[in-house]
């Protein structure tokens, strides 16, 4: 974690640069970028991120300083410079995209995310940000809910000594049935809540008095 502008790690779980997803992943690093942080954008696609499984990167349980593939190291040191993660993501099949669940499954492994005495990931904030073509009334959209609030906000943020974390879905992200303006509302209004949703992030005043009065200058980038 750094020891004077927080930083922002923002993770694009998307294939596609001209992806909805890519572009709300923009609007959230903006956002971040000024409300105060170094904002570390982690493309996973563009960046060649392989997620498949290796042998190199399985658990390596028993070991508390165990080495894994040399990728995996890279990634989690972006992980552990992070004050806040931001995943921003399609929901695929109620669930996360290949790419960015294997980077789950191979970064945030044992004894470097989770399982280690030290606690590299106790005192960093979460915030998953999922893009979901099913409307929000859709009955299937509770798969989607319960998704984000018990495997991802539980399951792996929690687990990884991540509580400090929230989970949005904007919904109906391929406009179904809209066309011209209203279409241009409806994805400014799915913007609009992916920033609002960011904007919990933000340290406030309060913060960055309390953080100024322990000695951390993060008061110059406000
Ligand atoms: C393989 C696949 C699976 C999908 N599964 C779901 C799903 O389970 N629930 C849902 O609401 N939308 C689902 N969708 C729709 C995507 O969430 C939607 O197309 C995406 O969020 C739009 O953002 P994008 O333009 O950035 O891809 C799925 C789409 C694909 C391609």
Not at 56 to 67: F, G, K, L, V
Not at 94 to 121: C, F, H, Q, T
Not at 210 to 219: K, N, T
Request: hydrophobic content about 40%; some cysteine; proline content about 6%.
């Amino acid at each position: 974690m750094s020891d004077s502008e927080p930083t922002a790690l923002v993770v694009i779980g998307h294939h596609r640069s001209d992806s909805l997803t890519a572009a709300v992943a923009e609007r959230a690093a903006k956002r971040l970028s000024a409300g105060g942080y170094r904002v570390d954008v982690l493309d996973l696609q563009a960046e060649g991120f392989d997620p498949r499984g290796n042998t190199a990167d399985e658990p390596d349980y028993r070991n508390p300083d165990p080495r894994y593939s040399d990728e995996v190291h890279r990634h989690i040191a972006r992980v552990h410079a992070a004050d806040v993660i931001v995943p921003v993501f399609p929901v695929w099949w109620y669930g996360l995209p290949a790419l960015l669940k294997g980077w789950i499954d191979r970064v945030w492994n044992s004894g470097i995310a989770y399982g280690r005495e030290s606690k590299r990931m106790a005192g960093k904030r979460m915030l998953w940000i999922a893009l979901a073509g099913l409307p929000e009334d859709h009955p299937n959209s509770r798969f989607t809910r319960e998704f984000l609030d018990g495997p991802l906000r539980v399951g792996i943020s929690a687990y990884c000594d991540v509580p400090d974390a929230a989970a949005v879905a904007l919904y109906d992200a391929e406009a179904h049935g809209l066309s011209g303006a209203d279409r241009d509302r409806h994805y400014r209004e799915l913007f609009a809540q992916a920033e609002a949703a960011v904007e919990a992030l933000i340290p406030t005043r309060a913060h960055l008095f309390s953080c100024f009065s322990e000695g951390v200058d993060v008061i110059r980038s406000f």
